[in-house]
């Protein structure tokens, strides 16, 4: 059985509870891999565009092709909860549109899905509750918001900002979200939302005193081409270990190796 969003509600820090870990994943061998590291959520992100699509934004991806890759990382049938964001224009429509591109997700194999802003966003909320999909809210640096903000730039930096992102996520929390991602602010604004809330907050350039954090797959593992953003921590080269491994294979082919008897298959027998 994997996590639900209720079981992932109740883990505040605060209540004692240890901090949720998140991390993305877009194929059935990255899922199986992060669950076997035991990590709470697996995020289908639409950093899928960036990282896996070579896109330069997140703008570059429809519910159909984040769906296509839910429904690998569900394959693993992990027992991480799987989150599936929900691109965009996907939601920025109308409610029917929102819940029939969420219905997308959901069929494919998410047990949840993300949508990035606040107030604004309030309605669609409403319906996807109503249609019974749970909700993951993401504030600040949202990047669904690239052309807005005129960049990627690290938001609440202002009292008066920060006052309005707390409102954004008190709206979001009444409105019923069962957690928030909390993206590129400042750590005490990282802070502040998170004692402000009852529900948990996952942090990702928000500092060190979110519920839980998440970092994307490519990055954690060296495997990113972008450069890397101040909060990532990069715990593998697994890029030069590839092209280690792929440049191996390449010499071997070359030098006449690679197959060997080993590994081809038995000659035919002679006829007698
Ligand atoms: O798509 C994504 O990877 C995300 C994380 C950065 C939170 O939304």
Known sequence: MSISSPAIRERKRRRGSPPLVMVTAYDEPGARYVDAAGVDIIL?????????????????VS???????????????????????????????SEADTVTNAGLLIRAGAQSVKLEGGRNRLPMVRALLNAEIPVMGHLGLTPQSVLAFGGFKVQAKTR??????????????????????????????????????????????????????????????GMSSRPSAKF??????????ITQAVSAFASDVRS????????????VPEAD
Do not use: C
């Not at 009444?174 to 400042?186: C, I, K, M």
């Not at 502040?192 to 996952?202: C, F, K, N, S």
């Not at 006449?256 to 000659?267: L, M, R």
């Open 63 to 93: 519910a159909s092709d984040i769906a296509h890759h839910v429904r690998a990382v569900a394959a693993a049938t992990p027992r991480a909860h799987v989150v599936a964001d929900l691109p965009w224009l996907s939601y920025h429509v």
């Open 232 to 241: 990532v921590r990069q715990y593998a080269d697994l890029g030069t270990v």
């Open 160 to 221: 008066e900002a920060a006052k309005l992102l707390l409102e954004d996520a008190h709206a979001l929390q009444d409105e019923g979200v069962y957690a928030l991602v909390l993206e590129g602010v400042p750590s005490d604004v990282g802070t502040m939302v998170t004692e402000a809330l009852d529900i948990p907050t996952i942090g990702i350039g928000a500092g060190p005193n979110t519920d839980g954090q998440v970092l994307v797959f490519h990055d954690l593992l």
């Open 44 to 60: 289908v992100g639409d950093s899928l565009a960036n990282v896996v699509l070579g896109q330069p934004d997140t703008l570059h």
């Open 256 to 267: 006449g190796d690679y197959p060997n008897e080993s590994e081809s298959y038995a000659p």
